[in-house]
């Protein structure tokens, strides 16, 4: 299946049905879109200013690490469900919108990056990383998802 037959797909489901037709179902997802955004952007700054010795200094990064992380992916869930439920309604114009495609990109590449170089690397006693390393995975992941952010507020402007 192509990407286009997969939008064109998207946009006549019964997920699209339901988030045309109703707009109060639509704005109650949006509200915990967007308290999934705040929730993940709160723990990316936490954690990663910690990393940078700017936060919570009197915590231990590994408790702070640990903490934000659990957070993060229930925040990331939320956000990929209400997502596609909230992209049905417009599947097709956003198929055309290069800061959707944008904003795609950059997820892709923050969900990579935390799963599979953050976290395993963050795992191991914060001492016996070098501080460099640590602080260029802090200034990555915020630089990675700032991306991730403004991206899919322009999709609205464009």
Do not use: C
């Not at 990407?3 to 045309?20: G, N, R």
């Not at 993940?40 to 200094?57: N, P, Q, S, Y």
């Not at 590449?109 to 016996?128: A, M, N, W």
């Not at 915020?142 to 991730?148: A, L, P």
């Amino acid at each position: 299946m192509d990407v286009f037959a997969f939008f064109q797909w998207l946009d006549t489901s019964w997920l699209a049905s339901i988030s045309k037709a109703y707009g109060g179902v639509f704005a109650v997802v949006q509200v915990f879109h967007l308290l999934a955004m705040l929730t993940l952007g709160g723990m990316v700054l936490t954690g990663d200013l910690r990393l940078l010795g700017v936060l919570l200094k009197d915590v231990p990064s590994e408790v702070v690490i640990e903490h934000t992380q659990k957070w993060f992916s229930v925040a990331l869930v939320v956000l990929l469900a209400s997502g596609i439920f909230m992209s049905s309604a417009v599947a097709i114009k956003l198929y055309y919108n290069s800061f959707f495609w944008a904003k795609m990109a950059s997820l892709a590449f923050g969900i990579f990056f935390v799963y599979t170089i953050r976290r395993p690397l963050l795992r191991y006693d914060h001492s016996t990383i070098n501080p460099w390393t640590l602080r260029l995975v802090a200034v990555a992941s915020m630089t990675t998802w700032f991306v991730v952010a403004a991206s899919g507020r322009w999709i609205g402007f464009s």
